[in-house]
């Protein structure tokens, strides 16, 4: 029976990079990575060092999209599963290969697009209902407090999220242009 190894690590949805040169330096310490947690919870298989690429692409309706998971398959990606929205994919390093999935920067912009609105519906959500449940409660006035300070963050952290991606798209617009 294989041995299976969990580790649980937070990346921001810019931080998709580094998320890829972590999981990379998890294989090269024999962790492959088998299956991705909605919290943050990475399932790797123990084994024998291996030097693996792994590229992040978010894609939300695989469901519907055969082709899309199909084009990674033909260009030898594997595809890891992952309860979200985030795809991961994976291939053996060779020093001859292409170690890309998006082969220019437009893809790439379409995919912090999707992100961007995903996370801005999000947010958009969270603000409406923060707004309706901050009304005055005479009877309980400490409810409102307790709501507030758990939206607080919530609502930050989803706004510098979706300021961070747009930061991400500005300047691969302008890499584009030059």
Excluded: C
């Amino acid at each position: 029976m294989k041995e299976i190894k969990n580790k649980v690590k937070w990346f921001f949805p810019w931080q998709d990079q580094e998320e890829e040169e972590w999981l990379e330096q998890q294989s090269k310490s024999g962790l492959h990575l088998i299956k991705v947690n909605l919290f943050g919870k990475y399932s790797f298989e123990v084994g024998e060092p291996k030097d693996y690429i792994y590229r992040l692409d978010f894609h939300s309706d695989l469901k519907n999209d055969e082709p899309y998971l199909q084009i990674f398959e033909d260009a030898g990606w594997q595809n890891i599963p992952s309860e979200l929205s985030w795809q991961y994919f994976r291939k053996a390093s060779t020093e001859d290969m292409f170690t890309e999935i998006f082969t220019d920067n437009q893809s790439k912009i379409k995919k912090y697009e999707r992100l961007r609105t995903t996370y801005g519906a999000f947010l958009l959500i969270y603000f409406s209902v923060f707004i309706a449940i901050s009304g005055p409660r005479e009877s309980v006035p400490w409810v409102n407090l307790l709501l507030t300070l758990a939206y607080i963050p919530l609502l930050f952290i989803l706004g510098f999220s979706v300021l961070m991606i747009s930061n991400r798209i500005k300047a691969l617009k302008l890499s584009f242009k030059e």
